[in-house]
């Protein structure tokens, strides 16, 4: 690259780390890349630092040493958060989006770039302090979920398919029970896709009684795998906390009502903005 003025370089370094989240870069690679000395990186390294962390866009960590550098780690601040969020609730609410058993429409929602992205920093917020590997989804609505957290946290994503595939190999499949209707549904994951005693966040688009993400739990069980949280896009607040399969997840919104007759539904923010502690 050629030598840049600091004020082009300040936008290139920051466009540089958003891109390459949690990733450790040396002042070294920095200094070859502009061509300029340590100091001036250092100087440029503060300034960038300063304004991320002043408008909540993440936090830029130093690590000294022969082996150190800076990496960025998106974050997303509360207040920003849950603007955001009271926005996404009043689209929720639509009454045109209510669908038989109480469920919402979102596959349009889930098809929104922005909405996404802002929705990956949340959950990469809420899961910054934790040890993960990878991030687990099952098709097809929780997928453009999990690849926005991975984006975010710079991890592989896992999908848990419904049916085994000819094309994935060798598999493990499980039996579950879903939660909200009773019913027993088969899952499967490629033996070639989890290494044994990984860490996986799990990221899903909508719970009701948590049966999938069970399902989940125990096809990790098989892979000797953990399980490091459980994000959730929406949760239905309808049922009775004993008909909960799951006590410890993350949700970003909450469906506390919904009426079939009048296809009224109330959402609200969810646990995140209670139980979780943001920048």
Do not use: W
Not at 30 to 46: C, M, N, T, V
């Amino acid at each position: 690259m050629k030598k840049l003025k600091r004020s082009a370089r300040l936008v290139e370094m920051t466009q540089y780390l958003l891109t390459r989240p949690h990733t450790l870069i040396s002042l070294t690679a920095f200094a070859d890349r502009y061509q300029s000395a340590k100091s001036s990186i250092s100087e440029d390294l503060a300034i960038i630092k300063e304004v991320f962390e002043e408008e909540g866009l993440g936090e830029l960590h130093t690590l000294a040493g022969a082996a150190g550098g800076v990496k960025y780690t998106p974050k997303m601040g509360q207040a920003e958060a849950l603007g955001i969020m009271n926005g996404i609730c009043r689209q929720l609410e639509q009454s045109e989006r209510v669908l038989a058993g109480g469920y919402l429409y979102m596959t349009d929602m889930l098809g929104q770039p922005g909405l996404l992205a802002d929705v990956g920093r949340m959950f990469a917020t809420a899961f910054a302090a934790s040890d993960i590997d990878v991030i687990m989804t099952v098709e097809t609505k929780g997928i453009p979920l999990a690849y926005a957290t991975a984006a975010c946290m710079n991890l592989p994503v896992v999908i848990v398919r419904r049916d085994n595939k000819v094309t994935e190999g060798s598999a493990v499949s499980i039996n579950y029970v879903s939660g909200s209707n009773k019913r027993i549904q088969t899952m499967s994951l490629a033996r070639r896709a989890l290494k044994e005693h990984a860490r996986v966040l799990i990221i899903d688009d909508f719970m009701k009684a948590g049966g999938t993400i069970q399902g989940m739990m125990d096809l990790l069980f098989e892979f000797n795998a953990k399980v490091a949280g459980v994000g959730v896009f929406v949760e239905s607040g309808e049922l009775d906390t004993e008909d909960r399969l799951l006590e410890d997840y993350v949700s970003l919104a909450k469906l506390t009502a919904v009426d079939m007759k009048t296809k009224h539904t109330t959402v609200v923010p969810g646990n995140y903005f209670t139980t979780r502690a943001t920048i």
